[in-house]
């Protein structure tokens, strides 16, 4: 079994020997379960943090065999879902469905920009961007603990 928190094997012990995380966090109906895979090559882990603009989860990339993080484009209040039902992200009806659609398009595109230029400082690392569920992704390199917190959130900033 996978740890859905350091993302290694586990097997069948309750308590991860790896990083002693234990048990499952709970989840809200619109974040995606752990264990599922997208991009065709990324499995989700627990939801490591969530904002305005996007839900940011744990994650493997399967063909490299690392650990990775990975975002996904929710704008809280413009969308909807309920991942029971279907991973698809529903855009609100009007004009908030024109904001989501326009903000998705700069997240993808400001994605495509930041993985160009992969090594500045104080940057996150983007590997791989792709579109599902009717929303995009961004996969960045995996950074321990609290750096990775503060430069997301930094980073969320110009990413909204
Ligand atoms: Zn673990």
């Known amino acids: ?9 586990k097997g069948d012990a309750e308590i ?3 990083c002693h995380a234990q048990g499952s966090v709970e989840l809200q109906p619109h974040q995606i379960a752990p264990g599922t ?16 603009f996007g839900i940011t989860y744990e994650g493997l990339d399967q063909v490299l065999n690392a650990r990775v993080a990975i975002k996904e484009y929710y704008m809280t209040g413009f969308v909807n879902r309920n991942v029971a039902a279907s991973l698809d992200v529903i855009p609100s009806v009007g004009e908030k469905a024109e904001t989501f659609r326009k903000n ?9 920009v930041l993985a160009k230029f992969g090594e500045e ?3 996150v690392r983007i590997q791989d961007y792709f579109q599902e569920n009717e929303t995009a992704y ?13 430069r997301l ?3 969320g900033a110009t990413m909204a």
């Open 121 to 123: 400082d104080g940057i």
């Open 37 to 52: 895979v997208i991009g065709n090559r990324y499995t989700l882990g627990n939801v490591i943090g969530e904002g305005g």
């Open 153 to 155: 959130n930094s980073q």
């Open 138 to 150: 961004i996969v960045m390199e995996y950074l321990d603990g609290g750096t990775l917190k503060d």
């Open 1 to 9: 079994m996978l740890c859905y928190h350091c993302m290694r094997e």
């Open 104 to 112: 998705r398009e700069k997240f993808y595109s400001e994605a495509m």
């Open 16 to 18: 991860c020997p790896h």
